[in-house]
């Protein structure tokens, strides 16, 4: 039952990821496969291990996996709640990892102008780097 994670690259390296490191890990720019839209979504990832196993090394916590906690989400979803009540007057973007290309781009609340664009640069623009999951976001 469900989805074999290990079926499919990006979600493979945020598993691996997450059970190497003992930490919650996210993926990349993914397609829920039970969203017709299409729209722009990732996946948190947390490892469950055996319980009573020593996990201190990369090794150990590889040998105590018994498999991960899962939660999907659309980013569009997320920033939803995050968007104030004056979200017209603020162009939020989230681009995956350092670059701003239109593959990278996870969210744009105006989807007109992107920082992409020579009109979404202008002297108000702020930037930021998050760091989440292991994932660089800008």
């Known amino acids: 039952m469900g989805y074999d994670i290990a079926s499919e690259p990006e979600r493979r390296l945020a598993a691996e990821r997450a059970r190497d490191t003992g930490e919650f890990a996210i993926t990349g720019r993914i397609r829920l496969v039970q969203d017709e839209k299409a729209e722009s979504a990732a996946l948190f990832l947390l490892p469950v291990y055996r ?31 995050v968007r104030s009540a004056r979200a017209g007057d603020v162009d939020f973007e989230i681009y995956d990892e350092e670059t701003l290309t239109p593959a990278a781009l996870l969210y744009d609340a105006d989807q007109t102008q992107s920082a992409l664009t020579e009109g979404g640069r202008n002297s108000l623009r702020q930037e930021a780097r998050v760091q989440i999951g292991g994932r660089n976001w800008r």
């Open 51 to 81: 319980a009573g196993m020593p996990v201190t090394t990369v090794a150990a916590r590889r040998a105590a996996l018994v498999g991960w906690v899962d939660q999907a989400f659309r980013i569009a979803d997320i920033m939803a709640d």
